[in-house]
Nanobody
Framework: QVQLVESGGGLVQPGGSLRLSCAAS????????MRWYRQAVGKQRELVAH???????NYADSVKGRFTISRDNAKNTVYLQMNSLKPEDTAVYYC?????????WGQGTQVTVSS
């Protein structure tokens, strides 16, 4: 059974940093592309970043240069380092993996950027 568990969210002031973690189980983690999505209140869920098994990365334009996605295959964990946070980054952040055309999601972690 695929399970994803996010952690690391919280309240941070504008310009601050947070690091999100997503621990995966039930999959051969190193083989899969891992994704971070976010969903703000009243908005659609949007793709923030992804990292392939070969360590290729891609980012939404809104976070390029501020966020960094990485993975530790020994720990079955994917990270999202978020720097220079803005109020518009406030959202619930979700970890995602697609396995055999099925989407799996974590429970989400709230990130609030506010002074």
């Amino acid at each position: 059974q695929v399970q994803l568990v996010e952690s690391g969210g919280g309240l941070v002031q504008p310009g601050g940093s947070l690091r999100l973690s997503c621990a995966a189980s039930g999959i051969a983690f190193r083989l899969y592309t891992m994704r971070w999505y976010r969903q703000a209140v009243g908005k659609q869920r949007e793709l923030v970043a992804h990292i392939t098994g070969g360590l290729s990365t891609n980012y939404a334009d809104s976070v390029k240069g501020r966020f960094t996605i990485s993975r530790d295959n020994a720990k079955n964990t994917v990270y999202l380092q978020m720097n220079s946070l803005k109020p518009e980054d406030t959202a619930v952040y979700y970890c995602n993996v697609q396995v055999s055309m099925a989407n799996y999601w974590g429970q989400g972690t709230q990130v609030t950027v506010s002074s």
